[in-house]
């Protein structure tokens, strides 16, 4: 292995100036496989390294690479993202598709799900047409005894000519079993030749002709079957002119164009050459499991009945809404005490702080910014922000794990249809609820660029975790005054906080359908979503990841932006125009803006300079009112409600800045990632103003009907 020239036929580097070679001499091993199939979870065990292993298709949405060794060599691996087809659409999908034609791997590891081999096999067929120095993993052997299948790993090996394995990834008895499939493999000098597809007999001799017209061009090369094929349906690509080299993809183009004229006059029709190759996929993939796989059981596995419950028409609809019902319940109560206790620690600092700043002499201007404003600001969005993303992300990364997700996606598909999207906006739009940006970047598992974007412009109509600690606290101060607390009142609050963000699914929905009949025209394309098996989710590894991963990464973020706020939000507060503060001058600006949408200008105001992070909008809004100078600690619902009534709120005022803080622009991080993942400042502007408008017009029908 590590040849100059790859089995696809591309010049590809020495393994001295290979930049996947961390050494000469490394071997580099390319780990693929359909979704959902526990390549993430083989490339941990191999590797040591805290790759995340989310349990819906196309999780893996980049390559990731590691190192590791066996007996007798060392590797380097490069996890892929998953393909069902090396004949893609998706971006991630090309990712893969890309490597493995490009020849820059000396072995290439399929990993197979035991439970559904057939539906594998394609890939797995494919890959052979491009080399035959494959090892298949045929991984999940204990899913499959559970559902009383069978795999003969001797019989499968036969017959596909290529080493195959079966292991059970989360197992770390498996690992031997691969890194001894990888020494023998490497040292094998002899091979008996690959299981090949038989195409009908005009495109086998095209093939043939295009090979042998590459052969004597260079007899080094060897062109695969893959891209005799992919050279056959199409007349050129740019993916070979600049891998082959421009005057060999010349040559063959055009000894293509010439085949193509061949095999029209032979009956085939090259429009259905694409159908032609995957009937015959199909039709060897299941002679290969007849005789491989034995099913000893027709009954029906717990999985199968949990989806007629979980998936059903009448019962989907309902158990979805009951779950996420239930995580938001445990978010509010579970993340109250903590938030509190939190919240004191941090402020408990300001006094030490101030102390060592007074001793180094700072001047009271300096402190004031720093303590009042930065340090303020930064203790109220950790200590409001933290606990709900420490509750709220687990439990959604639970859920993702055990394979409910999915299940959410696929009863959610025929809404988004209708809207001209895809389902696997369901699973953005519910990563949006813990943070719109970890939302927006998530978006990359779809595979349409166009749906990509319906739902890149969308996500921040879901309120995400740093919106719920005002809503809570509107709904505690201002709908629930007959609750006295308690069970009655938290399950309450659960149940209205499910109402808003019906509301803002319901606004997705809309803003979707709108977008797809004119800014975001374009036929929506199908999609494969996958369900995977239940499983019990690795509780320990989901909590550990979701902190690390998740809260502190988007905590980080929000704390970047914040500080720059609490200092702005400071010197507005002190820098005086006529006797009266730049905060209540502008809130006096923006008053007949709000009164024509049920707010007021602090209301406003106080959306504005929380731009940089949504929870420190009700304190600048107390901080307006109050005429402070920084940031004051709420406290109970009771005292923050009367300071609200006597400046003029009632449940309308609380009702309109609901609805606002549901719909309006998204934060600053939020707004970054939309320009990273788009890469467009129209379309982030874009990003600003949808959501801004739909809750503009909200306010303002409700103002004008219960005024």
């Given at each position: ?543 550990i990841r979701s902190v690390f991963d998740r809260t502190l990464l988007v905590l980080a973020r929000a704390v970047t932006v914040a500080a720059p706020a609490g200092a702005l939000i400071w010197l507005l507060a002190h820098i005086n125009i006529g006797g009266i503060n730049m905060l209540t001058y502008i809130s006096g600006i923006l008053d007949p803006i709000g009164s024509i949408m049920g707010l007021d200008g602090a209301i406003l105001l106080g959306f504005i300079l929380g731009f940089p992070a949504n929870e420190i909008v009700l304190p600048i809004i107390l901080m307006i009112y109050s005429g402070s100078g920084s940031l004051s600690e709420l406290g109970g619902l009771d005292a923050t409600r009367e300071i609200l009534v006597q400046n003029g709120w009632t449940a309308l005022t609380a009702l309109n800045t609901m609805l606002f803080s549901l719909m309006h622009w998204p934060c600053s991080t939020t707004l970054l990632s939309v320009k990273k993942e788009t890469g467009s400042i129209r379309m982030t502007l874009l990003a600003t103003v949808l959501p801004t408008l739909f809750g503009f017009v909200l306010c303002l029908i409700t103002a004008l009907m219960f005024t």
């Amino acid at each position: 292995m590590g040849q100059t020239r790859n089995f696809a036929g591309f010049h590809t580097p020495t393994q001295e100036n290979d930049p996947l070679r961390l050494e000469s001499g490394e071997l580099v091993i390319a780990l693929a496989g359909n979704p959902n199939v526990g390549k993430s979870t083989i490339f941990n065990l191999l590797t040591g390294m805290n790759q995340h292993t989310g349990n819906w298709p196309g999780k893996t949405v980049a390559s990731a690479r590691g190192c590791f060794k066996t007996e007798k060599s060392e590797c380097v691996l490069v996890d892929l993202p998953g393909t069902y087809s090396l004949v893609t659409h998706s971006p991630e999908e090309e990712i893969t598709r890309g490597f493995l034609c490009s020849g820059v791997y000396d072995a290439v590891m399929l990993v197979c799900d035991a439970t559904c081999l057939e539906r594998n096999m394609n890939l797995v067929l494919q890959t052979l047409e491009l080399t035959q120095k494959v090892i298949v993993c045929v991984n999940l052997l204990d899913e499959a005894a559970k559902k009383q299948i069978e795999i003969d790993i001797a019989r499968l090996e036969e017959r596909l000519g290529v080493p195959v394995i079966g292991i059970v990834g989360r197992s770390r008895k498996s690992k031997k079993k691969l890194l001894s499939a990888i020494d023998l493999l490497a040292e094998s000098n002899v091979q008996k030749k690959a299981y090949t597809v038989k195409y009908p007999a005009p495109i086998e001799e095209a093939i043939g002709n295009l090979t042998a017209i590459a052969h004597e061009y260079e007899p080094s090369v060897h062109l695969s079957r893959h891209i005799c094929l992919r050279l056959l349906e199409f007349d050129g690509d740019y993916e070979f002119s600049e891998l082959l080299g421009s005057e060999l993809n010349g040559l063959l183009t055009n000894a293509a164009g010439k085949l193509r004229c061949e095999l029209t006059d032979d009956g085939i029709d090259l429009l259905k050459l694409d159908e032609i190759r995957v009937s015959a996929n199909v039709r060897c993939a299941e002679e290969i499991c007849k005789e491989c796989v034995k099913i000893h059981s027709n009954k029906k596995s717990t999985g199968e009945r949990f989806d007629r419950v979980l998936t059903g028409k009448i019962t989907g609809y309902p158990i979805m809404l009951l779950f996420f019902a239930m995580i938001l319940w445990l978010t509010i109560v579970g993340a109250n005490y903590p938030s509190q206790m939190l919240s004191k620690l941090l402020l408990s600092f300001e006094a030490p702080i101030g102390a060592a700043l007074a001793y180094m002499r700072a001047p009271d201007f300096l402190m004031g910014i720093l303590i009042d404003g930065v340090y303020r600001t930064l203790a109220w969005v950790i200590s409001v922000m933290l606990p709900p993303m420490a509750i709220f992300f687990p439990l959604f990364t639970l859920l993702e794990d055990a394979g409910f997700l999915p299940r959410i996606a696929y009863n959610l598909d025929k809404p988004f249809c209708a809207c001209n999207a895809c389902g696997k906006q369901a699973l953005t739009m519910c990563m949006g609820f813990g943070c719109n940006a970890a939302g927006v970047v998530g978006c990359r598992i779809i595979d349409s660029e166009r749906e990509r974007l319906l739902a890149v412009l969308t996500n921040s109509f879901v309120p995400c975790n740093g919106r719920f600690p005002t809503l809570i606290a509107l709904i505690g101060m201002f709908f629930l005054f007959s609750v006295n607390g308690g069970l009655a009142s938290s399950i309450l609050s659960a149940l209205i906080l499910c109402a808003v963000i019906l509301l803002g699914i319901a606004a997705t929905f809309v803003s979707t359908a709108l977008l797809s009949v004119t800014l975001v025209k374009s036929k929506p394309c199908p999609f494969t979503i996958e369900l995977p098996p239940y499983r019990r989710p690795q509780i320990g590894k989901v909590i550990i990841r979701s902190v690390f991963d998740r809260t502190l990464l988007v905590l980080a973020r929000a704390v970047t932006v914040a500080a720059p706020a609490g200092a702005l939000i400071w010197l507005l507060a002190h820098i005086n125009i006529g006797g009266i503060n730049m905060l209540t001058y502008i809130s006096g600006i923006l008053d007949p803006i709000g009164s024509i949408m049920g707010l007021d200008g602090a209301i406003l105001l106080g959306f504005i300079l929380g731009f940089p992070a949504n929870e420190i909008v009700l304190p600048i809004i107390l901080m307006i009112y109050s005429g402070s100078g920084s940031l004051s600690e709420l406290g109970g619902l009771d005292a923050t409600r009367e300071i609200l009534v006597q400046n003029g709120w009632t449940a309308l005022t609380a009702l309109n800045t609901m609805l606002f803080s549901l719909m309006h622009w998204p934060c600053s991080t939020t707004l970054l990632s939309v320009k990273k993942e788009t890469g467009s400042i129209r379309m982030t502007l874009l990003a600003t103003v949808l959501p801004t408008l739909f809750g503009f017009v909200l306010c303002l029908i409700t103002a004008l009907m219960f005024t």
